[in-house]
Structure formats: C-alpha cells, structure tokens
C-alpha cells in the first residue's frame, strides 16, 4: 500500500470510527443492517475474484521473471569482477523488484475499498449502545437474563459483554446475573474464561453490598489460582466488612417493587380501566357531529378514559395509507428531540412529513373525525421506536400564545410487548392498535394545559413501533372549541 492510500485508509477508519449510528433508537435501522450485511458478503466475494485473477497474474510475470534469467543468466564469478556484468545485474534486480511491487497492489485497492466504504458496520460503541438499552429495558420490565432470552439466547462470551456494560454502569445485580448465565454456558469454545467470570462474579457482589456472596465466588477463584496474591488481599478484606455490615440484599432476586406510577403501568400491573369505572366508558358510531364526509362511513368510536377525555378511533387509516406512510418516512428518519435537543428522555426516530396527497387526505380526516381546523396544526409526524424505544413522562402543550391544543395519536403498528402509551397521573394505559388512533386535548377550555394529560410512551420490548402525530393548535378553533374563562373547563 502506498503512503497516500495509506492515508486514505486511515482517514476512512478515522471517520467510521467516530460516527455511532443510531441501530437502537429505530429498527429500520436494523432492518437495514440485514441489507448491509448481505452486500458486504457480496462485496467479500468480489474481493476473492480479484484476488484469484491478481494471483493468476502474478504467477504469469512469476513465469516470465523466471525465463528471463533463464536465458540471461547471471554468471557470480563474472559479474563479481566485470563491473558492466554487475551494473546489468542492479538493473535487473531493480526492474523485477518494480514489476513484482507493481503486480502485488496491483488495482486490488478498489475492490478494496469498497470494503472499506461500509459505514454502517456496527462499532463497539454500537454494541455497547445495545447492550445497555437492553439492561434498561431489565431493569424497566424487572426482567432476568432468562425472562429476555427466551427466545433468542447468548453464549457465554455475548452473556460476559452484557455483564461488562451493567458493570461499567454500576448496575453490579445485572452485571452479577449476566456473569452467572455466562458461567453457565462456558464451553471450551467461549473466549471469556472461569477466572474472569469469577472475579466479576464476585467484585458486583461486594459492590451490591452481598458479601456472603462475594466471599464465595472469591474463594472459587482462589482454589482455582491459589498463587493469586490479590484475591487473597480482597478475600480478607471482604471477610473483614463482613463483620461490620449487617445488612445483606439479596442479589440473586429482583426486586420487583415499584412506587412509580409510569413503569407500573407499563408494566401492566395498574390500570384503572379495569375498574367499575371504565364500564360506564362507551363505544359507539360517530359522524363527527354530522359532518357530511363522514356520514356513509362513521368512524368507530370508543371512550377510553373520561377525565380527560381520551378517545380511540378504530380503523381510520388504511393497511395500504400506512405503508405509504412508512415508505415515505423510512429514508427521512433521524433521532427525535426535545426542547433539550437529542436526550435519552425520547429515544425514537421519526420525520416531519411534507404534504402530499396522502398525507393530506389523512390530515383532512383527522380535521372531519375531531370537528377540529388543521390549518394552523404542525405537519404530520411520522416516528419508528426500536428496541428500547420510549418517551418518557412529558406534555405535548405548555404554556404558551397558540399551544398545542389537542394531540391525534394513530398507531401504525401493533407492539407485542410493550410500547403502551400511559397517563400516569390517572392511571390508564392504551394499548397501540394498528390502524386506530386515540385524542386527547391537552388544554383546558380556559387555555391552561391540563396537567393530568401527561403521557409516555412505554419502552418497546418486543415489535416494531410506528405512530404518526397531528399536533392540533389553538389558532383556528375559537368556533369550534369555544374557549371558557371557567376555571374548571
Ligand atoms: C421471569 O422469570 C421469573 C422466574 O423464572 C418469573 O417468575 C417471571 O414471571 C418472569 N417474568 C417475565 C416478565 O416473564
Ligand atoms: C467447539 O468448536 C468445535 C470446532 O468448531 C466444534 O466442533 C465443537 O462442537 C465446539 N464445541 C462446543 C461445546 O460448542
Ligand atoms: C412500499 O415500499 C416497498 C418496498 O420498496 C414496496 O414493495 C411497496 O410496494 C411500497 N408500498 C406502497 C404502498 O407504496
């Protein structure tokens, strides 16, 4: 390789090596990770071929080379006191050297470097991201590493890295329960080794504060390496806490208690729609008051929640208007803000999509089914969560001169698990149904936010999330939502 192509390189991996991408806010961006992968392959391939053909080359010069000296031998004594013989002799070696440096990188550099113009190849920062989104998610939906591994498991040295990042984040029960079901599938295949295993199993023990526990696996490690001056260090040094303390948590269970609102509702343990209230919540046919567009094909609708009111509208967009949807959006993705910009608060992708037809016949609806004018609404937008993917407690409206009124919600996919979007303030949580979409007005009549519309959104577990957001403003309303000075409106 030559120093300018050498410097190419290293500007290349320079730069992919600085850029994370965003894989966990959005599985369209794993979707595109499989398509990446099957180019890449590709690629590798074409590289082999180019290689194969150098080869075939360069045994031909090889050949050639050969048959030269062959027939233009060079004769050491000769050559050692005829100084011509010997100038012959410097120009021939010299000209082989160039014709072999010339074969050998020969045009391969392309190929190359089309290898090389991967972009998206996961970096460590990467599979970092990953694994610390799923301990979130552990630590949200209070999972083990057996509840999330049901269907796809780790091996030991997967399970070690899961155990490293909880450890690095001074999450030592995940870290702990991660060593372990690495321990449990050491084969003599796994790069991570008993004696690593041991020492973290015991070191996120002493940092849980479970010494028994760390003593234990401490001596393991001493039985297994007795010449380990440091382990005999800790082991006293644990034993002697040992006496001190008296409290000792267990770090083999999780501790499924929770006093927050918002993850217990996640999580599905409270919802007071099960209660006698919700039986008097309805469900009937809507013509949006009559509006003629609406008046052969009423909207389904159903009362989820009274107060506030939030409304569901079942089947108000089509298979077909939602695919167009995510088509549109797919390319346009980037990670979502808020008023602070890029934070782990939102961790989703999503787009501000133009008006076209069918975004327009779509904003049109949302205007017919909720009486509302969407004139001074923002454009719709489109958002995909991926693994992980949540928006934690938060308002759509605040205070301010034409705020955001009223909030459409429409579910383009169905989650399996997770994904719900909750109201911790009153306890409901809404399930996304493909194709429906829920309303709420986050403002009073008098033009306060209502402060029990604060929502989330449940990280994803298992799915793919897409909704789509009309955000609905105050300008334009004043004779359909008439405002009121009453303090309770
Ligand atoms: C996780 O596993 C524990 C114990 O095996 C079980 O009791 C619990 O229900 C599981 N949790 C989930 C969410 O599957
Ligand atoms: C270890 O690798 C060898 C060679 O790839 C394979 O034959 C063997 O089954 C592996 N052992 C385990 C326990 O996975
Ligand atoms: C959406 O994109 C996919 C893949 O490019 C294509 O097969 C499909 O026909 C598109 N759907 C619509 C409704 O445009």
């Avoid at 080869?55 to 233009?72: A, G, I, P």
């Avoid at 070690?160 to 084969?187: C, I, P």
């Avoid at 499924?256 to 729609?273: F, H, I, P, Q």
């Avoid at 029990?452 to 298992?462: F, R």
């Amino acid at each position: 390789m030559t120093i300018k192509k050498l410097t190419v390189f290293v500007l290349l991996t320079g730069i992919v090596c600085t850029t994370g991408h965003e894989f966990v806010s959005s599985t369209e961006k794993v979707a595109q990770l499989f398509n990446e992968e099957e180019d890449l392959l590709k690629s590798f391939s074409l590289y082999i071929d180019a290689e194969e053909k150098n080869v075939e080359r360069m045994k031909s010069v090889l050949l050639v080379l050969q048959l030269l000296t062959y027939f233009d031998p060079a004769n050491p004594e000769k050559t050692m006191r005829d100084p011509v013989a010997a100038y012959k002799l410097l120009r021939r070696v010299r000209s082989e050297w160039l014709t072999i440096v010339e074969y050998t990188q020969l045009s391969l550099y392309e190929v190359y470097q089309t290898l090389l113009d991967y972009s998206n190849i996961p970096q460590p920062e990467d599979l970092n991201n990953a694994a610390s989104e799923l301990i979130r998610l552990q630590e949200f939906y209070k999972l083990y590493p057996h509840n999330i591994t049901r269907e796809t498991s780790l091996n030991a040295d997967e399970a070690y890295h899961m155990g490293l990042v909880a450890y690095n984040e001074n999450k030592f029960q995940h870290a702990f329960l991660w060593f372990l079901y690495s321990r449990d599938r050491l084969t003599e295949n796994s790069t991570t080794t008993e004696k690593k295993l041991l020492h973290f199993l015991s070191s996120s023990a002493y940092h849980f504060g479970s010494l028994p526990v760390a003593i234990y696996f401490s001596q393991r490690l001493l039985n297994l390496d007795p010449t380990n001056d440091e382990v005999k260090v800790e082991l006293s040094l644990y034993k002697h806490l040992r006496f001190e303390r008296n409290s000792n948590p267990d770090i083999f269970s999780l501790n499924t208690k929770s006093n927050n609102s918002y993850e217990a509702l996640c999580r599905g343990e409270v919802d007071e729609r099960t209660s006698k209230r919700q039986r008097a919540l309805s469900c009937r046919y809507s013509t949006g008051g009559g509006n003629p567009r609406l008046m052969y094909a009423p909207v389904k609708e159903e009362v989820e929640w009274d107060e506030p009111r939030i409304i569901r509208y079942h089947d108000i967009i089509s298979d077909r208007e939602m695919e167009i949807l995510k088509n549109i959006s797919r390319p346009q993705l980037s990670r979502s803000e808020t008023i602070q910009g890029v934070t782990n608060i939102r961790t989703s992708q999503s787009v501000f999509l133009e008006e076209d037809n069918t975004v327009a016949r779509i904003s049109q609806n949302i205007a017919d089914i909720t009486g509302l004018s969407v004139e001074s609404a923002e454009e719709l937008h489109v958002q995909n969560y991926g693994i992980g993917g949540r928006y934690e407690p938060h308002f759509d409206a605040w205070d301010d001169k034409n705020g955001r009124i009223a909030t459409f919600l429409i579910y383009m996919s169905d989650v399996e698990i997770g994904g719900a979007t909750v109201f911790p303030k009153v306890g409901v949580a809404l399930k996304p149904k493909k194709g429906s979409a829920v309303f709420w007005y986050n403002l009073h009549k008098n033009g306060r936010v209502d402060l029990d519309t604060q929502h989330a959104g449940c990280p994803v577990l298992v799915g793919n999330k897409w909704v789509a957001n009309k955000w609905i403003h105050e300008f334009g309303q004043e004779f359909r939502r008439p405002c009121s000075l009453s303090e309770w409106e």
